[in-house]
């Protein structure tokens, strides 16, 4: 998927799992011009009952609450790639370019929860003063080392 050079999204929502679908379900009902790239390796899949996302008392099983966020966000329209994102940089423009297999896709703001193994590709970019003030990154401390907890936004 490449995004001509007239066409700028709002928005790239970086995920396939719990964060991702949030992400491209709230931007979407609010009708921003969005694209979810998602590699389909979510470790949502893994899980045989999740009882950390709020309600469900009795906990879900993780790929049903993947196919129930993937139906929510069919819904609403939020449009998605199936693939990686290689390479992420931040334009004289000031847009962020994101490279995939597929080719470029270039947003105003991107969004992401980093996650292994795209946790490296990601974290290299927004620790830059210029592509995080722009970028919002959803982050689990749980899920992060003690010695990568040292983000400040």
């Not at 950390?52 to 009795?58: D, I, L, N, S």
């Not at 099983?61 to 329209?77: I, N």
Request: net charge positive; hydrophobic share 35%.
């Amino acid at each position: 998927m490449t995004t001509s050079g007239a066409e700028l999204l709002d928005c790239l929502v970086i995920g396939g799992g719990a964060a991702g679908f949030t992400g491209a379900i709230y931007l979407s009902r609010f009708r921003r011009n969005i694209m979810r790239v998602d590699a389909g390796k979510s470790r949502l899949s893994l899980i045989p009952v999740s009882h950390k996302y709020p309600g469900f008392p009795e906990g879900v099983p993780g790929e049903e609450l993947l196919e129930r966020l993937r139906k929510q966000a069919t819904r609403y329209g939020a449009p998605v790639v199936y693939g990686t994102i290689n390479q992420l940089d931040r334009v004289a423009d000031g847009a962020f370019v994101a490279m995939s297999g597929q080719g470029s896709i270039r947003a105003r703001t991107c969004c992401w929860r980093p996650a292994t193994p795209t946790f490296r590709l990601i974290s290299t970019v927004s620790k830059k003063r210029s592509n995080a003030d722009r970028c919002a990154t959803v982050l689990s401390a749980t899920a992060m080392r003690p010695s990568e907890r040292r983000w400040r936004f």
